[in-house]
């Protein structure tokens, strides 16, 4: 098992950034493929982006592909997701999760591992 927790959000106007930070705790982060997620209200949960234990596989959803970049510090038991030219759309609860394998998957139902979420708001 891994804890985490997102960290990051908050209100930003249309065409701006943000970055959010995932911290997980424990000694074997590396060990875990890791991914992004959201929902917005009244939508279901949507993957977002995802990356491999060693960083070497990473996947987008096609809404963010482009804007956002995700990335991991294993020294630091931390994953990121870069969001650059955020969109009204883009508003939602964006949670981060863990899979213990190499392969990212792009699926909620593959990770069993979830942080408790942190609220992003575009403004137009």
């Known amino acids: 098992q891994v804890q985490l927790v997102e960290s990051g959000g908050g209100l930003v106007q249309a065409g701006g950034s943000l970055r959010l930070s995932c911290a997980a705790s424990?000694?074997?982060?590396?060990?875990?493929?890791m991914g992004w997620f959201r929902q917005a209200p009244g939508k279901e949960r949507e993957f977002v982006a995802a990356?491999?234990?060693?960083?070497?596989?990473?996947y987008y959803a096609d809404s963010v592909k482009g804007r956002f970049t995700i990335s991991r510090d294993n020294a630091k038991n931390t994953v990121y997701l870069q969001m650059n030219s955020l969109k009204p759309e883009d508003t939602a609860v964006y949670y981060c999760?863990?899979?213990?394998?190499?392969?990212?998957?792009?699926?909620?139902?593959?990770?069993?591992?979830w942080g408790q979420g942190t609220q992003v708001t575009v403004s137009s």
């Open positions: 990356i491999s234990r060693g960083g070497g596989r990473i």
């Open positions: 424990g000694r074997t982060f590396s060990s875990y493929a």
């Open positions: 999760a863990a899979r213990f394998t190499v392969v990212p998957g792009t699926i909620e139902r593959e990770y069993d591992n």
